[in-house]
Nanobody
């Protein structure tokens, strides 16, 4: 059974940093070839994909809204994916979700379909 557990959310002032973690169980990052992504959903808005990585190769993908500020990485030995968030802005406030794609590539990494989801972690950035 696939399980994704996020941690690391919290409240921070604009310009600050946070690191989110997602521990996966029920499958192995390196061998499953599942695309691992981070999504977020702000109040009143749709869930959007912001970053993804393909664990076997370490390839990464970013939305324009976070490129240059956020970094996704993985530790295959710990079966964990991270999202380092720097230079945070008030508009980054959202619930952040870890996702494991059921399609075995990152070709559609920012689609909300065909994913297993974590429970989400709240990130609040005050200006």
């Amino acid at each position: 059974q696939v399980q994704l557990v996020e941690s690391g959310g919290g409240s921070v002032q604009a310009g600050g940093s946070l690191r989110l973690s997602c521990v996966a169980s029920g499958f192995t990052l390196a061998s499953s070839r599942r695309c691992m992504g981070w999504f977020r959903q702000a109040p009143g808005k749709e869930r959007e994909g912001i970053a993804a990585t393909f664990p076997p190769t370490g390839s990464t993908y970013y939305s324009d809204s976070v490129k240059g500020r956020f970094t996704i990485s993985r530790d295959n030995a710990k079966n964990t994916v991270y999202l380092q968030m720097d230079s945070l802005k008030a508009e980054d406030t959202a619930i952040y979700y870890c996702a494991a794609g059921r399609v075995l590539s990152c070709g559609t990494w920012n689609s909300i379909e065909n994913n297993d989801w974590g429970q989400g972690t709240q990130v609040t950035v005050s200006s």
